[in-house]
């Protein structure tokens, strides 16, 4: 099946500093990539939605100016978190859809995910 | 609002068991829902999709129905093992063009050995 990657795969971050989360798919090319983080117990929660060259939409309630998304091409998108505080600490987990998988239904592969840790 | 819901949030169940894992969403404008599995501090596992057409979908000991009507899916788990402990979550997909999932707060499954 196709392949997400994401890296790092965990980050330690002191507040303040800004930490950049990359997600590549590895074997298509994916038009479109989400991400979602995910609080411990609880279920993921869409934070945006990227397509290539364009500029990303952002969820109700997500700052734009705090999670910059770059999805500067077909395999590669970034997440960065400027200014991480405590309450940033979370996993995020990056998701690639290509239409040209699964017969054209669209489905989205994921990747297995980036702990954040802000201290 | 388009709530997906799980129940229950825990499970805890004796190897062999089958077993039983409910959906529920709130939006009947569904054009697929999606089980999937994931493991401690790990990524999805997509595990069955569902399109709206259809009623259900099996995979090995794995059998997911959707039954639009009433809002609901289920993801059965025949002969149940200890590796299939996971946390099990349901996404349904909006039936519009922005292909986004909402997602359920899962079901943490145990099965004891």
């Known amino acids: 099946g196709a392949v997400v990657s994401q890296h790092p795969s965990w980050v330690i971050c002191k507040s303040g500093t800004s930490v950049k989360i990359e997600c590549r798919s590895l074997d298509f090319q994916a038009t479109t990539m989400f991400w979602y983080r995910q609080f411990p117990k609880q279920s993921l929660m869409l934070m945006a939605t990227?397509?290539?060259?364009?500029?990303?939409?952002?969820e109700q309630g997500v700052e734009k100016d705090k999670f910059l998304i770059n999805h500067a091409s077909l395999t590669l998108s970034t997440l960065t978190v400027t200014s991480a505080h405590p309450e940033d600490s979370s996993f995020y987990i990056c998701?690639?859809?290509?239409?040209?998988?699964?017969?054209?239904?669209?489905?989205?592969?994921f990747g297995p995910g980036t702990r954040l840790t802000v201290t | 609002k388009q709530e997906v819901t799980q129940i229950p949030a825990a499970l805890s169940v004796p190897e062999g068991e089958n077993l039983v894992l409910n959906c529920s969403f709130t939006?009947?404008?569904?054009?697929?829902l999606q089980w999937f599995r994931q493991d401690p501090g790990k990524g999805l596992t997509s595990l069955l999709l569902i399109q709206s057409s259809q009623r259900e979908q099996t995979s090995g000991r794995l059998n997911a129905s959707l039954d639009k009507s009433s809002g609901r899916s289920t993801l059965y788990i025949a002969a149940s093992q200890p590796g299939d402990s996971a946390t099990y979550l349901c996404?349904?997909?909006?039936?519009?063009?922005?292909?986004?999932?909402?997602f359920g707060s899962g079901t943490r499954l145990l099965v004891r050995p």
């Open positions: 996404a349904r997909r909006v039936e519009d063009s922005s292909y986004k999932l909402i």
């Open positions: 998701s690639a859809s290509s239409e040209r998988l699964a017969g054209g239904l669209r489905v989205k592969y």
């Open positions: 939006d009947s404008a569904i054009y697929n």
């Open positions: 990227s397509n290539e060259g364009s500029k990303a939409t952002y």
